[in-house]
């Protein structure tokens, strides 16, 4: 019988080797640290495929535990059903968990509803793979959109009707992802690279502590994707933005993150810094 794979992870105080990829890489404190944005603490979500029963049931996240540190820019790495975007989407609670805890910025997700829950979604921003952008409005207005955790009033859909402090935030946020020259034209008119531009001026605007990127360059050509993992790391660590991402692109990760965590049968089997790995050293997880 062949033997399992040794599944690496890492602390702080340096990197240790499982001796399985079921090992446990050991409990979290129940409360958060102050300085961590996010911990996720013994996470597991299944989705059930053709009805109910429980026979039809895939475990996508089994136990997953790891920190995010705040200013941290971190890389999430795995093969396709790995878990990824529904990991990240549990983060937020856009899907809920079925166990486990979620500390984001010093608040237990599972507690929140209602107002206290989308306050806490207002202090980040969230870049999808598709730019989700309303094609017959303007770059600026999509923007404003990008506010509306804060408040939900009819003014705020479109730039012309809202406040004018938040005009000049959006357009703040335009002219830091170098779209400002294209406020004013409809989405449906732009290239993918500016709608992702956009996408990530849409989540800046609300002046968010963490941002969570689902392969936000994964639609793109190579160049512009270059351009646009470029323009996370240059934004979120000019305005100290932590920063979690995901991507099937290894080079982004190494070079775009300080850590690097791979997903693995459903737990992390990778927590390492990004300066420690290479691509080839990342491949098994793939394996």
Same mark, same amino acid.
């Given at each position: 019988m062949t033997a399992a794979p040794e599944t690496l992870t890492a602390r702080s105080a340096g990197a240790r080797v499982a001796s399985a990829p079921d090992a446990d890489v050991g409990p979290f404190d129940a409360a958060a640290p102050e300085d961590d944005d996010l911990d996720v603490v013994a996470l597991r979500k299944a989705?059930?495929?053709?009805?109910?029963?429980d026979a039809g049931r895939r475990e996508i996240l089994r136990s997953v535990d790891f920190r995010v540190r705040r200013g941290e820019s971190v890389a999430l790495v795995g093969a396709n059903g790995a878990g990824?975007? *529904?990991?990240?989407?549990?983060c937020l609670r856009l899907i809920e968990p079925d166990g486990g805890n979620v500390f984001l910025l010093g608040e237990e997700m599972a507690l929140l509803r209602g107002r206290a829950l989308r306050r806490v979604r207002s202090r980040t921003g969230f870049v999808f793979q598709r730019h989700h952008l309303v094609g017959r409005l303007t770059a600026l207005s999509n923007v404003v959109h990008g506010a509306l955790g804060e408040g939900w009033f009819l003014p705020r859909a479109y730039h012309a009707l809202a406040p004018r402090d938040l005009r000049e935030r959006a357009a703040e946020a335009l002219r830091s992802v170098g779209m400002l020259s294209l406020a004013g034209r409809r989405a449906d008119r732009l290239s993918g690279g500016e709608s992702q531009r956009v996408a990530i001026a849409r989540a800046l605007v609300g002046r968010p502590r963490i941002l969570f990127a689902d392969e936000p360059a994964a639609s793109l050509d190579p160049h512009v994707g270059e351009e646009v993992m470029d323009l996370f790391r240059e934004v979120t660590r000019r305005d100290? !933005? *932590?920063? !979690?991402f995901s991507t099937h692109h290894l080079p982004h990760a190494l070079r775009c993150a300080d850590r690097v965590l791979g997903l693995r049968d459903g737990r992390i089997g990778l927590d390492a810094p990004s300066r420690g790995l290479t691509v080839e050293s990342l491949r098994g997880l793939y394996g």
């Open positions: 989705f059930t495929a053709g009805g109910s029963s990824k975007s *529904t990991l990240l989407r549990c100290g !933005v *932590t920063l !979690v």
